[in-house]
């Protein structure tokens, strides 16, 4: 599916083509991006009682501002009464490159990685960068998992990728892109 524009209003279709393409190929793990938790309940809502893992990424606290964590306690608890499991943690392709970037204007090796990947869109970008982390924190299997995210709020972004850790970022495969904007 490629959508003539990007943005949330593409969520609930992107989270059925998740959903279609979980059951249909026996995936047994989903990643969804959410800041402040819409998407996140919609797909721990969504994927409540089929046996897949709904897994909601988070941006890191104090991304925004300090000490600041965007998911909002409500959407929190209403994620994990569907059986959703949340990471909060730090982006794969922003970490330390960020603040090295900020003080020395150079870019570093992840900004170089993250820029590329959004030739393909800012959904593919992190779609990618989640998997890694997810993995990293070992909450989904190194195998194919279905990965969603979006452009700024919702999703109109979705992957079947086949999951590996940070240190092995270059071994993440994308097998299929599912949905994305046809624009970025």
């Given at each position: 599916?490629?959508?003539?524009?990007?943005?949330?209003?593409?969520?609930?279709?992107?989270?059925?083509?998740?959903?279609?393409?979980?059951?249909?190929?026996?995936?047994?793990?989903?990643?969804?991006?959410?800041?402040?938790?819409?998407?996140?309940?919609?797909?721990?809502?969504?994927?409540?009682?089929?046996?897949?893992?709904?897994?909601?990424?988070?941006?890191?606290?104090?991304?925004?501002?300090?000490?600041?964590?965007?998911?909002?306690?409500?959407?929190?608890?209403?994620?994990?009464?569907?059986?959703?499991?949340?990471?909060?943690?730090?982006?794969?392709?922003?970490?330390l490159g960020t603040a090295i970037r900020q003080r020395c204007g150079?870019?570093?090796?992840?900004?170089?990685?993250?820029?590329?990947?959004?030739?393909?869109?800012?959904?593919?970008?992190?779609?990618?960068?989640?998997?890694?982390?997810?993995?990293?924190?070992?909450?989904?299997?190194?195998?194919?998992?279905?990965?969603?995210?979006?452009?700024?709020?919702?999703?109109?972004?979705?992957?079947?990728?086949?999951?590996?850790?940070?240190?092995?970022?270059?071994?993440?495969?994308?097998?299929?892109?599912?949905?994305?904007?046809?624009?970025?």
């Amino acid at each position: 599916m490629y959508f003539s524009d990007k943005g949330g209003k593409h969520t609930d279709e992107v989270l059925m083509i998740a959903k279609d393409e979980a059951i249909k190929r026996g995936i047994s793990h989903v990643i969804v991006a959410s800041t402040k938790g819409d998407t996140g309940v919609k797909a721990a809502q969504l994927f409540e009682g089929t046996g897949t893992q709904v897994i909601v990424v988070t941006h890191n606290t104090g991304f925004g501002s300090e000490g600041d964590n965007e998911l909002e306690p409500e959407k929190r608890a209403e994620i994990e009464k569907y059986g959703g499991i949340i990471y909060t943690g730090t982006m794969v392709l922003r970490g330390l490159g960020t603040a090295i970037r900020q003080r020395c204007g150079n870019f570093s090796h992840e900004q170089i990685v993250a820029m590329t990947l959004r030739m393909f869109g800012e959904g593919v970008k992190v779609c990618i960068e989640m998997t890694a982390m997810a993995a990293d924190a070992g909450l989904t299997p190194f195998g194919d998992i279905i990965a969603v995210a979006g452009t700024a709020r919702g999703a109109d972004t979705c992957v079947l990728l086949r999951a590996n850790s940070s240190n092995k970022f270059f071994d993440i495969k994308v097998r299929e892109i599912l949905a994305k904007p046809a624009v970025c």
